[in-house]
């Protein structure tokens, strides 16, 4: 109905932290706010992709409430459900999956020893 909704929150959060983190003179803040910058992409993009098959399903509508499951207290409950269960469970996937591939490239960058250029310069 709209699991999509809580990578997305996630996403806004990580969004909003990177700027701040990104704002600071420390190498390692900075470090962090590219990996929230990176996870941020990652969670946007599924969340996009998601809504656009719900909008094809047509869980999604252009008119008030904009969510089919919120015409009725009973579908309002499904979809609450919905978002606690497998909205969390996308959103902790996701950034699980991210923090392994992250640990792994900083692995494989020092056992190289060449170092790879991440755009931000760090």
Known sequence: MCC??????EAALLIVSSFALGKSGEVSARKVAFHC?????????GSLLLAIEHLWHG?????????????????TAVMLHELATVG???AVLV??????????????????????????GI
């Open 4 to 9: 999509f909704f809580v990578p997305a929150a």
């Open 37 to 45: 910058r990176r996870l941020s992409f990652l969670l946007f993009g």
């Open 59 to 75: 869980e999604l509508i252009f008119s008030p409430p904009f969510i089919t499951a919120m015409k009725s207290p009973e579908d």
């Open 88 to 90: 969390v469970a996308m």
């Open 95 to 120: 950034t699980v999956a991210y923090a392994v591939f992250a640990v792994a490239e900083k692995r494989i960058i020092s056992c190289v020893g060449a170092p790879v250029s991440s755009g931000d």
